[in-house]
Structure formats: C-alpha cells, structure tokens
C-alpha cells in the first residue's frame, strides 16, 4: 500500500506536556500533510511539507520530514485539551494520488 | 466562498438501490476528489479528477462512479448499493499544483441496509 502509516494508533497525554505523532510511507512523494479531524468532523488542513523541505512550524505545530527514512513526525507543544482529535497525515505522489494513514487518536486531559 | 459543500448529509439506502452525492465547490480548484472513512481507518481514496472532464480511480473505486463535466461539481454514483459501501464519505478540492492543504467538505454519512 502507498499510504502513510501514523504511530502510535492511540496517544493520552496531561495538558501542557508536547505530543509527538510518526507517519511513515514506502514511497517518493511530492509532498506530505498533516490534517485534524475532531469527533463526527470533516478534516482540517494544518500543515504541508514539500519533499525538499526539512521542518516547518505553525504555531504550536513543528513537522519534520526525513525522505531518506520516508518518514514525517508531527510535534504538538504545549498541548491543550482542546487539541484533543484524530490526527491524520497524508501523502501525495506525482500521479495527484493522495493517500491517508490510519491516524493517531490524541487525548490531552485537563 | 461556501468552500466545498456536499449533500446530502444523511442517507439511508436498501440493498440495490442506486444515487448520487452531490459535490460542489467555489474556489475554482482543478482537484476533486472522494473519499470514504470507516470506522478505525483512514481515509480512502475512490476516485479523483485532475479538471473538467479528467477523472482517474483512486484506491478502492470498485461500485462507485464519477464524471467531472465542469470544475464546480464532482459527483459521486453508486451503482448497486450493497452494504459494505455504508461508510462516510468525504469529497475534497484543491489547488494545482500542490501548494496548500486540500479542503474537505463536512461529510455524507450513508448507511446501507
């Protein structure tokens, strides 16, 4: 399968404390994205990071991408209770295919 | 802009039993596509057009159909409906090339009985 796979599945974590999330796929990409998707919500577009990018930043956002791995990492800091969504990252292929992962279920508690 | 609206929201279907989902967006972007989210999976890619009159199988397209006769509207048929195809599904439109995040529409929740 071409599409990203996010680690863990599931992530619980206190307020305050950073939440780390891994998407990893098999092949080249054009680009990867991160989306949240709150409870019965559509997606929400957060962040895309170019092949020939590295790191970007938004906010409280921080993404790595290692193509050499073929791997990505999403870094929430300073979580919020209200962060608490699926996180979902997605690949895109030179074809326009894009593909979703599973995702990771973030709970921040209060 | 509305962005990338759907209908219906809710739809409840007998085994067999064939309709359409309605996409549409206002942003002028050359990419649609759609998607279906099951419970405990990601989303899967149906089928995606690239422009007008431009349409290409994504991931599982098996049972469903598209056109794409002008950039504002993708709709999605189903043939037969059978039970496995009871799922949410999601239509989504972007810019080309791939510079920004894809807009997701809010959803069609359709169960098959």
């Known amino acids: 399968s071409q599409q990203g796979e996010e680690d863990p599945q599931a992530l619980s974590i206190q307020e305050g404390e950073n939440a780390t999330m891994n998407c990893s796929y098999k092949?080249?990409?054009?680009?990867l994205q991160w989306y949240r998707q709150n409870s019965g919500r559509g997606l929400v577009h957060l962040i895309l990071?170019?092949?020939?990018?590295r790191e970007k930043h938004s906010g409280r956002l921080r993404v790595t991408l290692d193509t050499s791995k073929k791997s990505s990492s999403l870094l929430i800091t300073a979580s919020r209770a209200a962060d608490t969504a699926s996180y979902f990252c997605?690949?895109?292929?030179?074809?326009?295919?894009?593909?979703f992962g599973a995702g990771t279920r973030l709970t921040v508690k209060p | 802009n509305a962005g990338v609206t759907q209908t219906p929201k809710f739809q409840v279907l007998k085994t067999g039993q064939s309709m359409t989902l309605q996409c549409a967006q206002d942003?002028?972007?050359?990419?649609m596509s759609w998607y279906r989210q099951d419970p405990g999976m990601g989303l899967r890619l149906i089928h995606y057009?690239?422009?007008?009159?431009?349409?290409d199988q994504g991931e599982v397209p098996n049972g469903y159909n598209v056109s794409r006769s002008t950039t504002e509207d993708f709709p999605l048929r189903l043939l037969s409906a059978a039970p496995s195809q009871t799922s949410v599904y999601f239509c989504?439109?972007?810019?080309?090339?791939?510079?920004?995040?894809?807009?997701f529409g809010p959803g069609t929740r359709l169960t098959v009985l």
């Open positions: 989504a439109s972007s810019q080309l090339p791939w510079a920004r995040g894809v807009y």
């Open positions: 092949t080249s990409i054009n680009n």
């Open positions: 990071i170019r092949s020939n990018e």
């Open positions: 997605a690949t895109q292929y030179n074809n326009n295919d894009m593909r």
């Open positions: 942003m002028n972007h050359e990419y």
């Open positions: 057009s690239v422009g007008a009159g431009i349409t």
